[in-house]
């Protein structure tokens, strides 16, 4: 019950488009979704994150959506650069633990 | 000015060798971690302690094991170093704020085992 189920696991998108991520959870005691933007080399950064009572929060041009009722998340970038280009990890978080899922590899071309 | 501090950064060693990986943060954090990211870049949690006591121990072999001198750092020595250990670990810490749980993680530590 502590898995978290991400897609795709790559995911190629022009300058300019929309890249979409999608996670799935199963643990319903999961009490904030956070979304982590990882570059070679360096440790996830913390990019946006959202609590299970607010079903949309944005910031810039990230935007999380959040169904609670379908228990799935997803993340959408907007006016894709080829600076987003990195690896997206989704979250849930229950007491002191991060479940992470498995990733997703973001190339946007230009 | 860094948060989140891991040393080495690689660390190549040979089978059955012991290594330690040091982290320190000076973000006031109450609560640290260390993740394994596996060649496919999943990220688990291996271990939590929060003002120096442990309170996640996730199914890691007891070749590892953490230790925590004080809130601000936590160390992680690994005995007979195994093929399978060759991963990026990082450290992370975090503090409960207003509800919110950001994570800080540290640029890791390569460990290559030959």
């Known amino acids: 019950q502590q898995q978290v189920k991400q897609s795709p696991q790559s995911l190629i998108v022009q300058k300019g488009g929309i890249s979409i991520i999608n996670c799935a959870y199963e643990?319903?005691?999961?009490?904030?979704f956070p979304w982590y933007q990882q570059f070679p080399g360096k440790g996830p950064a913390l990019l946006i994150a959202?609590?299970?009572?607010?079903s949309e929060k944005k910031e810039g041009r990230f935007t999380i959506s959040f169904n609670k009722s379908a228990k799935q998340f997803s993340l959408h970038i907007m006016d894709s650069q080829p600076g987003d280009s990195a690896t997206y990890f989704c979250a849930g978080r229950r007491g002191n633990k991060l479940v992470f899922g498995a990733g997703t590899i973001l190339r946007v071309k230009s | 000015d860094t948060a989140v501090s891991q040393t080495p950064k690689y660390l190549v060693t040979q089978m059955g060798n012991d290594k330690s990986i040091k982290c320190e943060q000076n973000?006031?954090?109450?609560?640290m971690y260390w993740y394994k990211q596996d060649s496919k870049k999943f990220l688990k949690i291996m271990f939590s302690?929060?003002?120096?006591?442990?309170?996640i121990n996730e199914t890691v072999p007891n070749r590892f094991s953490p230790k925590s001198p004080d809130k601000a750092h936590l160390n992680l020595h690994i005995n007979s170093l195994e093929l399978g250990d060759s991963a990026v670990y990082f450290c992370a810490s975090s503090v409960r704020d207003r509800g919110n749980y950001g994570y800080t993680f540290g640029s890791g530590t390569r460990l290559t085992v030959v």
């Open positions: 302690y929060n003002n120096k006591e442990l309170i």
């Open positions: 959202i609590r299970p009572d607010v």
């Open positions: 973000l006031g954090h109450d609560t």
């Open positions: 643990n319903t005691a999961f009490d904030y």
